[in-house]
Every structure is written in C-alpha cells, then in structure tokens.
C-alpha cells in the first residue's frame, strides 16, 4: 500500500516485489570511453565513471549512463486535477499521481523538499512497472496520470514509457514541471502528454540564479516550445514576498507571456507559505497576489487565478466574454460548472482549455 501526498491512499494490487534493473538513460554522450555528459537538462553534467548527475538519478556505470529510479516511484495516490493546478484541463477529473526522488532545481522554498532533495537511497519507495501503473490508473477509473510533487526531468525515461503507453491505453497524462529541460527531450516527450503546467518562479536570472540554482532563460524556452507544440499549457507564479513580489517584475512577466504564449494562457498566482530554508519570511499577504491579479488583467491576460487562498473569488473562472462565472471552484472542488462543450454556457463564447 502506497500512501500519497494528501490524496486518497490506494494501491491494494501486487507491486514488482522486487528492484527492477537500472535503465539506460536517454539524452547523453559518450565523451572518452569513460566520462559521459548528460544531455537531458540545461546543466548538461559531465560525470565520471561510478558517479552521479546534478540530480542525484543518473549514474556513469563503466561508460553508459542509466537512471537509477525508473520503477521507484516513492509517492503514488489519487488526487483532483485542480490541485496541480491546471484549470483548463477536464476540470473536476481525478488523476493517480505519481512521483520520484530528487530534481533538478534547489529552490531555498521547496514545498516537497522532503522527496526533492533527497536521493532514492534516502526515501522508501515501491517497485511498478508502467504497464502496471496503467493498470491501476484503469482499475481506479481515473481520467488521467499526473507526474507532479518533484520534477519530472529527472525520472524522464519513467514518465516517457507510462505516457506513451497511457496514450495507447486512452489515458491522458500530464506534468507538473519547473521547464528546467532540453529542447529535445522535451520535444520528444510532448509527443506523448496532454498537459503541462510550468512553474515560472521568478522574472529575473538573479532570482533563478540566488534562489533556484538555475537559469530563466531555459525556462523561457522550455515555455514557448509547450505552446509552439499546441500541448494544454499552464504557469503557476508562487509570489515569494521580498523575492519576487516587485510589482515591476511581475508586470514584466505578464507582457512577456501575453506576447510570447497568448493571452489565453492561464496564469495562477499562488500564496507562499514558509518552508525549507525560507522559514523567516512570511506568508503571501493576500493584497499582494490581488495586485499581481490585478497587473494580468490590465495586461490583457484572460485566465487569471489566485492560489492558495481557499474560498477566494478570483479562484473560480469568469467568461472573458460575458464576465458570468463559469466554473465555480471552492478550493480543489468544483461545486458548480458552467462550460458546455467547451463554450461559456450564457454567451457561447469557446473557452480555452481542453474540456474532454
């Protein structure tokens, strides 16, 4: 029995029972016989024979590069969609989330630093196969698979194998992603996801840099490539305060996205809560994430939310065309829906999203 991330506990069938082998990584090169460089995120790591990636899931075995967690999922359970969030995609569904160890960012604020930072050697885990996984998402009736909780670049053979057997099942999946990936592999995964929503944490490559041990700019791309590929796409900005709440950048932000994605791009604004390293600060004041609300519209921006603020009004869909609320949202739940076939239901209006 696997537990889960405070979605419903399930899992009753019969695991693998035992560790599945190492699987050879995809996205890498072979340098002198011995050194290999990963290839499947922006920090391309060169790694010595018996050694491990920035991400602690990739290891250099005589020459060839494998992943060490393909099969070790350490959170498998069943939760809404709208918690990822992603609002626009079949809202109301339930989805089996799934997850690995480890990523490759080291935000200061995790939420999940408890699985993100850790190696698979430090966390229980269980032993599924894809196919199995595929049978337990049928044998629950969820709608989707979501791979969420820590990042999924870092798994990416895993997820590939469970999406592109899931598509074949007539099962959608979905990722919830920093962007912190190469353009190939990214490529090559949207061939086989539904949705995915990005975390676009910062506007500024100081901010990535002091906060993420990152860079923007891979993000950026990473954002673009999504919405050039036409796969459901969605960002979470969690406003940190003194970090990343400057009114300036988060206007930036948004005349970026509306000139680079399209104004039909659904943005959620998500309150901050202390956590990890950043425990001193306090949480969003609701009045800054109602200003960043504000800065989106006036933008132009259609699809605009505020997280992690239950029962707040701006957590629910509004027509863009007729203003009537259309999807009704208290928390994670959806207590009425007022899209029809992917139209407002009082104008008509075509609503972006994928609605089935």
Same mark, same amino acid.
């Given at each position: 029995m696997i537990s889960g991330m405070g979605g419903s506990t399930f899992f009753s069938g019969e695991a693998l029972g035992?560790?599945?082998?190492?699987?050879?990584?995809?996205?890498?090169?072979?340098?002198?016989? @011995? #050194?290999?460089?990963? @290839?499947?995120?922006?920090?391309?790591?060169?790694? /010595?024979? /018996?050694?491990?990636?920035?991400?602690?899931?990739r290891e250099n075995q005589k020459g060839k590069l494998y992943t060490?967690?393909? /099969?070790?999922?350490?959170?498998?359970?069943?939760? +809404?969609?709208?918690?990822?969030?992603?609002?626009?995609f079949i809202p109301g569904h339930s989805r089996l989330c799934l997850t690995c160890?480890?990523?490759?960012?080291?935000?200061?604020?995790?939420?999940?630093?408890?699985?993100? @930072?850790?190696?698979?050697?430090?966390?229980?885990h269980s032993y599924y196969s894809p196919a199995e996984i595929i049978h337990e998402a049928k044998k629950q009736r969820l709608n989707s698979i979501s791979f969420t909780y820590t990042e999924p670049t870092v =798994? =990416?053979? %895993?997820?590939?194998?469970i999406s592109a057997i899931a598509r074949q099942s007539?099962?959608?999946t979905?990722?919830?992603?920093?962007?912190?990936?190469?353009?190939? +592999?990214? &490529? @090559?995964?949207?061939?086989?996801l539904d949705a995915v929503k990005i975390d676009l944490k910062g506007f500024s490559e100081k901010? =990535?840099?002091?906060?993420?041990?990152?860079?923007?700019?891979?993000?950026?791309?990473?954002?673009?490539?999504?919405?050039?590929?036409?796969?459901w796409l969605e960002?979470?900005?969690?406003?940190?305060? #003194?970090?990343?709440?400057?009114?300036?950048?988060?206007?930036?932000?948004?005349?970026?996205?509306?000139?680079? &994605? /399209?104004?039909?791009?659904?943005?959620?604004?998500?309150?901050?809560?202390?956590? %990890?390293?950043?425990?001193h600060l306090s949480p969003t004041p609701v009045s800054t994430l109602e200003t960043a609300y504000e800065i989106a519209k006036r933008n132009g921006l259609r699809y605009v939310y505020i997280g992690n603020v239950p029962g707040h009004i701006r957590n629910s869909t509004n027509c863009p065309s007729c203003n009537r609320r259309i999807i009704h949202r208290s928390h994670f739940d959806i207590v009425e829906m007022s899209v029809v076939n992917g139209k407002c239901k009082f104008c008509n209006l075509s609503v972006a999203g994928k609605w089935t």
């Open positions: 035992k560790s599945p082998l190492p699987k050879e990584a995809m996205f890498y090169k072979n340098l002198d016989g @011995q #050194t290999v460089q990963c @290839q499947i995120c922006p920090r391309e790591c060169v790694i /010595g024979d /018996g050694k491990r990636g920035f991400c602690r899931n060490i967690v393909y /099969g070790k999922p350490a959170v498998v359970d069943i939760g +809404p969609i709208e918690k990822a969030p992603l609002y626009h160890a480890s990523c490759n960012l080291r935000c200061k604020y995790c939420q999940n630093w408890h699985l993100s @930072q850790k190696s698979v050697d430090e966390l229980s =798994y =990416y053979e %895993y997820l590939y194998d007539g099962i959608k979905s990722i919830v992603s920093n962007g912190y990936m190469n353009r190939e +592999p990214l &490529l @090559q995964l949207l061939k086989v901010f =990535y840099e002091e906060v993420c041990s990152a860079t923007l700019k891979p993000i950026l791309e990473s954002l673009i490539t999504v919405k050039k590929e036409k796969v960002i979470v900005n969690l406003v940190v305060p #003194t970090l990343n709440d400057n009114p300036e950048m988060i206007d930036e932000m948004c005349r970026w996205i509306r000139e680079n &994605l /399209g104004v039909d791009t659904p943005i959620h604004f998500t309150r901050f809560f202390p956590n %990890y390293k950043l425990t």
